[in-house]
C-alpha cells in the first residue's frame, strides 16, 4: 500500500515544502531501515529535492525554470501548457530516498518539495515506503 497525500497549490508555477509530511509518513510507517519512494502522477508536477533552508532557493529555482521554458513558446499542444510538461520531465516525477533508524536520511538543508507547473491546483502525492 502507498500513501495519498493531498496538495493544493495557489500559482502557475511553485514548490512546496512537503519534508514534514513525509516525515509523518514515514513515522506511520514504522520501518526502521528502507526506501521511501515519493510520487505525483501528474504530467504537469514534479517532485524535487533542495536547500529548505532559504526560501530564495525555491522561488529563484521556479523564476530559472519559468525564463528556460517559457509559455509562449509557440508549443505544438493545443492545450497550452506544454511548459508544464517539459518542466515535469526536467524535474522529474518521483524521488528515492533512504531510511535509516525509522528517519528520511537527507541532507542537512535538505527538504523534499512538490512542484507546481501548472496550477492552481489540487494535486496527489503518493508515498510508499518499503522495508528492507
Not at 500559482?11 to 526502521?32: F, Y
Not at 533508524?101 to 527538504?111: I, Q, T
Request: charged share 30%; proline share 2%; with cysteine.
Amino acid at each position: 500500500m502507498f500513501e495519498k497525500i493531498l496538495i493544493t497549490t495557489h500559482n502557475r508555477s511553485e514548490l512546496l515544502d512537503i519534508t514534514e509530511v513525509v516525515r509523518d509518513a514515514v513515522r506511520k510507517s514504522g520501518v526502521q531501515s528502507g526506501i521511501c519512494v515519493i510520487y505525483t502522477p501528474h504530467t504537469t508536477s514534479a517532485i524535487v529535492i533542495n536547500e529548505n533552508a532559504d526560501p530564495d532557493v525555491t522561488s529563484d529555482i521556479t523564476k530559472f525554470l519559468e525564463k528556460l521554458v517559457r509559455k509562449d513558446k509557440g508549443f505544438n499542444q493545443s492545450e497550452g501548457n506544454s511548459d508544464a510538461h517539459i518542466k515535469s520531465a526536467l524535474c522529474g516525477n518521483s524521488r528515492t530516498i533512504f531510511v535509516e533508524e525509522g528517519n528520511l536520511s537527507l541532507g542537512r538543508w535538505e527538504g523534499i518539495f512538490f512542484a507546481e507547473f501548472d496550477g492552481p491546483r489540487t494535486r496527489e502525492v503518493w508515498v510508499k515506503i518499503l522495508k528492507d
